[in-house]
């Protein structure tokens, strides 16, 4: 079993910066695959950015690229969100997850782990 705990979201205005976090614990971190959807008010749950079988090998959706940079620190058991040049259209509860399978998906149906959430708002 494993246990995530997000937090650093927040209420921001358009073009700000913000940083989430994730607390991993339960399994050895540095062997997680690890990642972060999101869901808007009326939306359904999206992929937003994970990693793959290493550090080197990252995954983002078309809508967050070059704007949203996922990190990990496993010193720590910590992932890490780094958003820049937020948009409206980015407020959403975003998660933490720990993908299975070997191969990659966006497919919610991908993730084994789901931590609570915290809540982007960003203003215009």
């Known amino acids: 079993q494993v246990q995530l705990v997000e937090s650093g979201g927040g209420l921001v205005q358009a073009g700000d910066s913000l940083t989430l976090s994730c607390a991993a614990s339960?399994?050895?971190?540095?062997?997680?695959?690890m990642g972060w959807f999101r869901q808007a008010t009326g939306k359904e749950r999206e992929f937003v950015a994970a990693?793959?079988?290493?550090?080197?090998?990252?995954y983002y959706a078309d809508s967050v690229k070059g704007r949203l940079t996922i990190a990990r620190d496993n010193t720590k058991n910590t992932v890490y969100l780094q958003m820049n040049s937020l948009k409206p259209a980015d407020t959403a509860v975003y998660y933490c997850?720990?993908?299975?399978?070997?191969?990659?998906?966006?497919?919610?149906?991908?993730?084994?782990?789901w931590g609570q959430g915290t809540l982007v708002t960003v203003s215009s």
């Open positions: 339960g399994r050895t971190f540095s062997s997680l695959r």
């Open positions: 990693f793959g079988w290493s550090t080197d090998n990252t």
């Open positions: 997850v720990v993908r299975s399978g070997a191969a990659f998906s966006p497919s919610p149906r991908s993730v084994d782990y």
